[in-house]
T-cell receptor, first 115, second 112 residues
Framework: GDSVTQMEGPVTLSEEAFLTINCTYTATGYPSLFWYVQYPGEGLQLLLKATKADDKGSNKGFEATYRKETTSFHLEKGSVQVSDSAVYFC??????????????FGKGTRLSVIA | NAGVTQTPKFQVLKTGQSMTLQCAQDMNHNSMYWYRQDPGMGLRLIYY???????DKGEVPNGYNVSRLNKREFSLRLESAAPSQTSVYFC???????????FGSGTRLTVV
């Protein structure tokens, strides 16, 4: 079945450091890929998405490129801020599955940014 | 504001009590989902409704029931609450298979 694997956390960075959170996937078809962010005490929010190979999703300084050849969708940010401290989830939606099946989520990666 | 609305936001139950968590969306989405998130854990799917009139079990359905009341509303019922059901419950919806979810802000449930 489909699956998403994220790097284990927690990740602790100093402010202005470069961030990479790795995400790889397994899918039978050509999935859409998503990154969600969950700030402390809140629900999940869509951060960015990509729907086909080589698409780059971007939002709030975060970027991720859909790499079909490596089945990856790594999240990057050039300079993190304390306000980026949150849990980040990678997810996929495989349209080859019938019946509008649920998103497949990774386990989440906790990021802490220190001033 | 458009989105997914969950009620209540907080609830404390005694073991054996029942309650219904409400979820409503005003985006005309076809599919709706219920997840639970335990401290320090990821999301686990309880039940989902791919379209109005259908419901399916997810990863952890035991102890729960659901009702897709209409296209807007999808409720989750705990018939006899247990301490193991202490968690944060999230409802989500989406318009179709190519799209991501919109999440509600969650219900924080404690069973004592």
């Amino acid at each position: 079945g489909d699956s998403v694997t994220q790097m284990e956390g927690p990740v602790t960075l100093s402010e202005e450091a470069f961030l990479t959170i790795n995400c790889t996937y397994t899918a039978t078809g050509y999935p859409s890929l998503f990154w969600y962010v969950q700030y402390p005490g809140e629900g999940l929010q869509l951060l960015l998405k990509a729907t086909k190979a080589d698409d780059k999703g971007s939002n709030k300084g975060f970027e991720a490129t859909y790499r079909k050849e490596t089945t990856s969708f790594h999240l990057e940010k050039g300079s993190v801020q304390v306000s980026d401290s949150a849990v980040y989830f990678c997810a996929l939606s495989d349209p080859t599955n019938s019946g509008n099946t649920p998103l497949v989520f990774g386990k989440g990666t906790r990021l802490s940014v220190i001033a | 504001n458009a989105g997914v609305t969950q009620t209540p936001k907080f609830q404390v139950l005694k073991t054996g009590q029942s309650m219904t968590l409400q979820c409503a969306q005003d985006m005309n989405h076809n599919s709706m989902y219920w997840y639970r998130q335990d401290p320090g854990m990821g999301l686990r799917l309880i039940y989902y409704s791919a379209s109005e009139g259908t419901t399916d079990k997810g990863e952890v359905p035991n102890g729960y029931n659901v009702s897709r009341l209409n296209k807007r509303e999808f409720s989750l019922r705990l018939e006899s609450a247990a301490p193991s059901q202490t968690s944060v419950y999230f409802c989500a919806s989406r318009v179709g298979q190519y799209y991501g979810y919109t999440f509600g802000s969650g219900t924080r449930l404690t069973v004592v």
